[in-house]
C-alpha cells in the first residue's frame, strides 16, 4: 500500500556509524584516502547496500559508483550523491553524508511503495579530495569530460603510486563508460563545513555557486650547508623560503579580504634534519575566491612573488599546478527549488556560496546543478571533530528526498 516517504533517521545514523567503523582513526575521525585499501572497503560497503536495496550498480572507468532505481518511464534520470573519500583527518559526514541520505531516500521510496515518474540515480564520485591524487573531483571531472581518462590514470599521487595502477589494485576500474548518464538534474546534499548556518540559525542552505579555486605545487631548490659553519649572507636556504612563502600567502589573502582563501598545507623539506640547511622543499599553495577576476589576481601576485623570492634567496623556483576551477553559480531555479522545498519542510533556510569545492561544480557542466548544506558545528571540517547534529542530518535528507521527487516528476 503506497504511503508517503518518510527519512528513517536511525536507519540514517546506523549506516553512518557503519561505514565510519572503515578508516576510523585512534582518536575519532576517519581516513579513507582515495583509492586506498580503506577506501576500497567502503566503496565494497557501498555496493552492497545498494543491491541490498535494489538499485542497478555500475562502476565506470574512473571508479564513480552509480546505484540506479528505475522509474516508471525511460527518461533521463535525476542524479544524486556525493563522495566517500576522506583527507588524511576526516570527519564522519564530508561527502559520506551526501550518499547515505541518498541511499536512505531511495529506501524511504522502497518503504512507501512508491516509483517516481523519472529514474533515480545514486552517485558515489571517485577521488573528490584530491589530496591523495590531485586534482580534487577527479571522478565528476571526468565525468563530465573534464579530464581524459588517460590522463587521470597517470595521475602520480603524494606517495608515488598512479590513479590507474591503484584504481586497478582495488578492483574499481569499471567498463562503464564516465557520462554514460547524462542527468535531468544534480543534487548535492553535504554539510556546510563552515560556520555560516549555525551562527545565523539556519538549517538549511540553499547553495548559489562554488568557489574558485588553484593549487599549485611549489619546488624550491637551494644548497645544503652546514648550520654552524656557514655564515647567514652566504645561504640557499629552501626551508627559509617556504616561510616566507607560507607568509605572503596569508598575507595575500588578509589583504584581499572578502572570499579570498590562501593555505599553504604541504611541506616536504630535504633533508629535514636539524644541522642542515634545508637543500630542497615543496609546498602546495591553496588559493581561492568566489570572484574569478580576483582569483586571476591572487594567481598573479603569487607568481610575481615567486619570481622576486628566488632573486632574494638565491634559489631556484619551480611551479607545477594542480588544479585550476573557475567559480561556478548554479541555475537559479534550482536554487529556489532547495529553497520552496525546505520552506514546505517549515525549516529556516538562506542562500549561501560554498567555499568547499565539490562534485557539484563539475556536474554542473553537464546538467541543472545545485546543492543542500547542513550546519557544521563550529564551522569544522577536514577535522577529526566535525559534526553536524542528528536532527540538521534528518532535515537536510529531507529536503534532498522532497527535492528528487520533485525533480523526478518534471517533463522536460
Ligand atoms: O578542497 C576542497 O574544497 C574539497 O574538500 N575537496
Ligand atoms: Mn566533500
Ligand atoms: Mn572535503
Not at 140 to 152: D, K, Q, T
Not at 205 to 232: C, D, F, K, N, Y
Not at 308 to 335: D, G, Y
Request: glycine share 10%; aromatic share 6%.
Amino acid at each position: 500500500m503506497r504511503t508517503s516517504p518518510r527519512i528513517d533517521l536511525q536507519r540514517l545514523l546506523g549506516r553512518l556509524d557503519a561505514f565510519n567503523r572503515i578508516g576510523a582513526l585512534p582518536g575519532g575521525g576517519n581516513c579513507r584516502l582515495a583509492l586506498s585499501e580503506e577506501d576500497r572497503a567502503g566503496r565494497d560497503l557501498l555496493v552492497r547496500w545498494m543491491r541490498e536495496i535494489g538499485l542497478r550498480v555500475s562502476v565506470d572507468a574512473i571508479g564513480n559508483i552509480i546505484g540506479t532505481r528505475a522509474g516508471r518511464e525511460e527518461l533521463a534520470p535525476v542524479m544524486f550523491g556525493s563522495h566517500v573519500d576522506t583527507v588524511g583527518t576526516g570527519g564522519r559526514y564530508d561527502g559520506l553524508y551526501g550518499v547515505l541520505a541518498g541511499l536512505e531516500a531511495c529506501e524511504a521510496l522502497n518503504h512507501a511503495d512508491q516509483t517516481t515518474r523519472r529514474p533515480l540515480a545514486l552517485v558515489a564520485f571517485t577521488n573528490e579530495e584530491g589530496s591523495r591524487f590531485p586534482p580534487y573531483a577527479m571522478g565528476s571531472l571526468v565525468y563530465v569530460g573534464g579530464l581524459a581518462l588517460e590522463e587521470a590514470y597517470a595521475v602520480r599521487g603524494i606517495d608515488g603510486a598512479t590513479v590507474g595502477e591503484e584504481l586497478r589494485r582495488i578492483g574499481y576500474a569499471g567498463n562503464a563508460c564516465p557520462g554514460f548518464l547524462t542527468p535531468h538534474a544534480y543534487l548535492e546534499l553535504h554539510i556546510e563545513q563552515g560556520p555560516i548556518l549555525e551562527n545565523e540559525h539556519f538549517v538549511i542552505g540553499a547553495v548559489e555557486g562554488i568557489t574558485g579555486l588553484s593549487w599549485t605545487e611549489v619546488s624550491i631548490t637551494g644548497r645544503s650547508a652546514h648550520a654552524g659553519t656557514t655564515p647567514m649572507d652566504l645561504r640557499r636556504d629552501a626551508a627559509c623560503a617556504t616561510g616566507e612563502i607560507a607568509v605572503f600567502v596569508r598575507r595575500l589573502a588578509q589583504g584581499m579580504g572578502g572570499q579570498q582563501k590562501g593555505t599553504v598545507g604541504r611541506i616536504e623539506l630535504y633533508p629535514n634534519l636539524v644541522n642542515v640547511v634545508a637543500e630542497r622543499a615543496v609546498l602546495t599553495v591553496d588559493l581561492r575566491n568566489t570572484d574569478a577576476s580576483l582569483l586571476q589576481q591572487a594567481d598573479q601576485q603569487l607568481a610575481d612573488f615567486l619570481e622576486r623570492l628566488a632573486q632574494q634567496e638565491h634559489v631556484a623556483i619551480a611551479t607545477r599546478r594542480l588544479a585550476r576551477f573557475e567559480p561556478v553559480s548554479f541555475p537559479a531555479e534550482m536554487v529556489s527549488l532547495v529553497e520552496t522545498t525546505a520552506r514546505e519542510l517549515a525549516l529556516p533556510c538562506r542562500r549561501l556560496f560554498s567555499g568547499a569545492g565539490h562534485d557539484a561544480q563539475m556536474m554542473a557542466r553537464l546538467c541543472p546543478a545545485t546543492m543542500i548544506f547542513v550546519p557544521s558545528v563550529g564551522g569544522l571540517s577536514h577535522n577529526v571533530h566535525e559534526y553536524t547534529a542528528p536532527e540538521h542530518l534528518e532535515a537536510g535528507a529531507s529536503v534532498l528526498l522532497n527535492a528528487v521527487l520533485r525533480l523526478a516528476d518534471e517533463v522536460e
